[in-house]
Every structure is written in structure tokens, then in C-alpha cells.
């Protein structure tokens, strides 16, 4: 066996070592299932141009029917991958001892390619852009990071941790208690790629137009009834799909909230715990502060909630989950939130309908709007599915929202994944953790809709900026180059200073190349994108330090070092 190949065989099995393994924590992210994160070679970063409105981000995006009908929606996919799996690491092996040893040993990884657009169901390399993509620093970085110190793993922060919260992450404390790391979790390998369902995109994109269509019509149809039309508000917010009509829902909202005969009908006696629950909780999501009084009606001369409501348990549940919306001195809903919330815990054990249950269980751990969006969305079709008076145009048009708009994800993952991998983060940053999946699900999280495709994008590759230097503060450098490294990101120096680790300079050079080429792009497209909102007092507002920064700053450190020190404990 030629040289070459002998050295490389070892890697592949490592390969396949840390692709088993990983397999665990992608199961974990909810929002699928499928272990393999990357996408194949005929794929390339995803378009720029998603902004342009829904229906473009829609147009072209392929999905699988087949998928839509599973009950599971999801667990289909991954007998698929396995084999999948097999069959490249077959395909790689052989390709290579076909290879002629000059060529064995100029192997390499594939780097990342230039931005795409997607046009007609399949994804096409973009043309020349005066927008700069997140290109691969082109710098050198010397081995010398193994000769300076031990192995110094984050994973494990350890007790010490939380002294961050006094030097502020600048001058972290170098004798912290770190152990060995473990294995990246779900960073995909570009040699991976997730399957690629072929059925009838042009089907499949007219049959979402018609049931959106149909879902429209029967959601304009429901204004005849007021309470009707926001319980359908609800159902549209629950499976995901209320973007498509947030210029109705708000006005349909607002309409009702005006009414004195719709104030009088809610307070009526006809209103039950369940339909009061619902509307307070919806008009409070959308940004309508109806009055916590409507639920005085339900309290008996003690002051108390009237014992018989318990045993409505779908009642309970509406009244826990409006609870959720509460505001400071609304002692009513304080008191709500505590009578429901210690019944909701006994129903759970009690004989009731298995989804329901598990519904009762979810809010109780994750109330609804605290939750992942996708992930509540998620759980809330199978909930919905065995529900009884459930809409079957509208069950039908969320599975197929919900599949397209996870393709599109996906493919935005792979986006960020080639980046992760062209930069070498791996070989050149070996003290941080490789977080790819992770910061990519935080960045769905904050907005989960298609014409958002490059907001997450760009968010997670900053959580992962983010994750480097944080671990560069917490498990690497040391007190004086801290002090070093802090003062060059202070005055934002255009080259990182020569008394710094390579491994560190590396880190600022992806820093300050990143932001440089974020910020050319909002100057091309002539926005911050944040609207009207990020107007100068917004700017001046949030540079006095208001409370609610403060204290969001602190309970982001709080999470974060809690999280650390529960791990290494």
C-alpha cells in the first residue's frame, strides 16, 4: 500500500469514529432527526437574496411528500441516512486507492464555495457579487500551539467558572479545573451530505399555494364569530404558520379588541375557563394588553379560583398557559399561575387522553412561547393530529410548511458548516469547542421564518466567533495576553499583535474578517436591517446600560456558568 494511503486510513477511521458519536448529540436538536448535517457537492451556500419576501424564499425549495404523510414527519429519514453513510465511506475508500500517490498526498478538504441562489429546484453557483461572502482568511499559522502549553479543554470549565462574573471575562483565571474534551458535537463533515428526496417540486409548491389558499378562506370566513376567528388565530400560531398571515391577524385582532360587544362577550358567563384562557393568551402574544379582569368571573367571594374548575382540564391548561403572559402587579394572574400550575401536575397522572398528557407535561417543563419555536411547532402537530375537531387543510398545510421550511434550514447549516470547515477552525483553534449544530439552533430559535435565511446565517457564524473567544478568555490564554488581546479588540485593530499565541491571532483575525465584511454588506444593501426601530435614540438608549441590558447580561452569564459547572460537577 502506498505511503499516502496508509497515512490517510487512520484519519478516515477517526472520521468514522467521531460521525458515530456525533450521532448522539444531533439526536438531541429536535428540530430533526437526521444525523448527517452537511449537504452533497452539487449544493452550494445558500442565496443571498431570501429577504425579498416568503414567497421567494418558498419558490425554490424542494421537499418530500412522502416525508408530509408520515405520521412521524421526520423518523424517515434516517434508515436513509445509514445507508447513505455506508455507501460514501464505501465510495471515498475506493476512490482514493485509485488515486496515484502524487495525488494521494495532495488530498485535501474541499473548501467552501461561492454563495448560491437557488433557481428552479436546484441550487446554481452565484454570479460576481459587489456582496463579499465569508471568505477563508488567507494567512499562515504556525504549529506552535502543543509546544506552549498542555491540553487545555473548555468542555469542562469547572467550579471556578463563575468568577467571570467579576472580571467580566477579560482576566479569567488561568488555574481552572479542565479535563480532557469530548468529541465536537454535530459539526458535519463536508465529505457528508443529507439526502436528497426526489419527488415533484412543482407539485409539491402548487399544492402548498392551493392549501394556503384554502387555510385563508376559512380563516376569513371565521370573522363571523370573533371568538371562532382567534380560537383559528391560535391554532395558525401553534403549528408554525401564522406568518403567512400576520397582516390579517393583526388586524382581525384589533378589530375584536375594539368592540365593546366583543369586551362584554368575553366577561359573559358563556365564556368558559378554556375560551377566556385562549383569547387572553393570544391577544397578549400579539401585543394586546386585554385586561387581566376577565378572569374575575371565576373566583368565588374567598378571593380564590372556585374549586370546580379543576375538574376542566383543558380549562386548567388555557388558564396556566395565560398565565405565562402576565405583567408586574397583575396579582390576579399571579394567583392563576399558581392554582393551575399545582392542579396541572395532578391531572398529568391522572386518566386522560395520552396527548393531552403529554401536553400538559411539555407546558409544565417548557411553556409555550419560552419554548424553541420549531420545536414547540413540532410537538404541537402531533398534538393537533389527534385532536378530534382538528382542521385537516390546516393540519395538512402545517406539515408541509413545516418540511419546506426545514429543508431550507438545513441547507443554511451546510452554509455555515463549509465556512467552519474552510477556516480550519478544527486543526488551528484546537482549545475550543466545535459548536456548529448548537449555534446554528440558537439562531433559529430567535426567527425561524424563510425570509430570515441570511440573519441565520450570519448568527450563527458569530455565536461560533463568539464560542472561540470565550473559550480563548476561560480554558487558554493567560492573564498578560488577555490584557493583550482585550486592548486589540478594544480599539479594533486591523492586525492582532505579535506578543499573542498564533492560535489566538488566528481567532482575531476570523473576528475582525468577519465583521469587516458584515459590515461592507450593509452598506451595499444600504440597511442595518432593523427597520425603522434602530433610529439614534434607540442607539443612544441602549448605550446608557438601561436595566433590562443589564440584567439580560446577567443572566446570560448566569446560564452560561451554571451550565459549565453542572457538567464538570
Not at 425554490?60 to 429519514?77: G, K, P, S, T, V
Request: some cysteine; glycine content about 4%.
Amino acid at each position: 500500500m502506498p505511503r499516502a494511503t496508509e497515512n490517510l486510513a487512520p484519519s478516515l477511521e477517526r472520521e468514522k469514529d467521531t460521525t458515530r458519536n456525533n450521532k448522539e448529540v444531533v439526536t438531541e436538536v429536535e428540530l430533526h432527526k437526521d444525523p448527517t448535517l452537511g449537504i452533497d457537492k452539487d449544493h452550494v451556500d445558500i442565496a443571498k437574496d431570501n429577504e425579498k419576501g416568503k414567497e421567494d424564499a418558498y419558490a425554490d425549495l424542494a421537499m418530500n411528500e412522502e416525508m408530509m404523510e408520515n405520521d412521524d414527519l421526520l423518523d424517515e429519514i434516517s434508515e436513509e441516512v445509514q445507508a447513505f453513510e455506508k455507501e460514501l465511506e464505501d465510495e471515498r475508500i475506493e476512490a482514493i486507492s485509485q488515486l496515484s500517490p502524487s495525488r494521494k498526498d495532495r488530498l485535501s478538504l474541499t473548501k467552501l464555495k461561492e454563495p448560491s441562489e437557488v433557481q428552479g429546484g436546484e441550487v446554481v453557483a452565484r454570479g460576481t457579487s459587489n456582496k463579499p461572502a465569508l471568505g477563508k482568511i488567507d494567512t499562515t499559522i504556525a504549529q506552535t500551539i502543543g509546544k506552549r502549553r498542555g491540553s487545555r479543554s473548555p468542555d469542562l470549565k469547572g467550579a471556578a467558572a463563575s468568577k467571570k462574573l467579576a472580571t467580566r471575562g477579560r482576566l479569567s483565571p488561568k488555574a481552572k479545573l479542565l479535563k480532557p474534551s469530548r468529541e465536537p458535537s454535530a459539526s458535519a463533515r463536508n465529505s457528508l451530505k443529507f439526502p436528497r428526496h426526489e419527488g415533484s417540486t412543482d407539485t409539491s409548491k402548487e399544492k402548498h399555494r392551493t392549501l394556503k389558499e384554502a387555510v385563508k378562506e376559512s380563516f376569513m370566513a371565521s370573522k363571523v364569530n370573533p371568538i371562532e376567528n382567534i380560537k383559528f388565530i391560535d391554532s395558525l400560531s401553534r403549528l408554525g404558520v401564522s406568518y403567512h398571515f400576520e397582516i390579517d391577524i393583526i388586524e382581525q385582532l384589533g378589530n375584536s379588541f375594539d368592540s365593546l360587544d366583543f369586551n362584554r362577550l368575553i366577561r359573559h358567563d358563556e365564556c368558559d375557563l378554556y375560551t377566556v384562557g385562549l383569547l387572553f393568551q393570544v391577544f397578549r402574544q400579539f401585543g394586546f394588553k386585554l385586561s387581566a379582569d376577565v378572569f374575575e368571573k371565576f373566583k368565588s367571594e374567598d378571593g380564590k379560583f372556585k374549586e370546580h374548575l379543576v375538574a376542566d382540564t383543558s380549562g386548567i391548561l388555557s388558564l396556566y398557559e395565560a398565565s405565562q403572559w402576565n405583567t408586574h402587579g397583575e396579582d390576579i394572574i399571579d394567583q392563576a399561575l399558581a392554582f393551575s400550575s399545582c392542579h396541572l401536575k395532578e391531572i398529568s397522572f391522572q386518566s386522560i387522553p395520552q396527548h393531552l398528557a403529554v401536553r400538559i407535561k411539555n407546558a409544565l417543563k417548557h411553556p409555550y412561547h419560552r419554548g424553541i419555536s420549531r420545536i414547540e411547532t413540532r410537538k404541537y402537530i402531533s398534538y393537533y393530529e389527534a385532536e378530534e375537531k382538528r382542521d385537516a387543510v390546516l393540519l395538512e398545510f402545517a406539515k408541509i410548511d413545516f418540511n419546506m421550511l426545514q429543508i431550507l434550514h438545513r441547507t443554511e447549516l451546510a452554509c455555515v458548516t463549509r465556512w467552519y470547515e474552510e477556516m480550519e477552525i478544527k486543526s488551528k483553534v484546537t482549545y475550543t469547542r466545535h459548536r456548529v449544530a448548537e449555534a446554528y439552533l440558537w439562531s433559529i430559535g430567535a426567527y425561524f421564518e424563510p425570509q430570515y435565511s441570511q440573519a441565520r446565517v450570519k448568527t450563527a457564524v458569530a455565536l461560533i466567533i463568539f464560542t472561540m473567544l470565550d473559550d480563548t478568555y476561560d480554558a487558554y490564554g493567560t492573564m498578560e495576553e488577555l490584557e493583550i488581546f482585550s486592548d486589540a479588540i478594544e480599539k479594533w485593530l486591523p492586525a492582532p499583535p505579535n506578543m499573542i499565541p498564533e492560535s489566538m491571532k488566528y481567532v482575531y483575525r476570523i473576528m475582525v474578517d468577519f465583521y469587516e465584511k458584515l459590515d461592507e454588506e450593509f452598506e451595499n444593501e444600504g440597511r442595518s436591517g432593523m427597520g425603522d426601530v434602530a433610529n439614534l435614540d434607540a442607539f443612544e438608549w441602549l448605550s446608557s446600560n438601561p436595566k433590562i441590558r443589564v440584567a439580560s447580561e446577567k443572566i446570560s452569564r448566569f446560564t452560561d456558568d451554571i451550565s459549565s459547572y453542572e457538567v464538570s460537577n
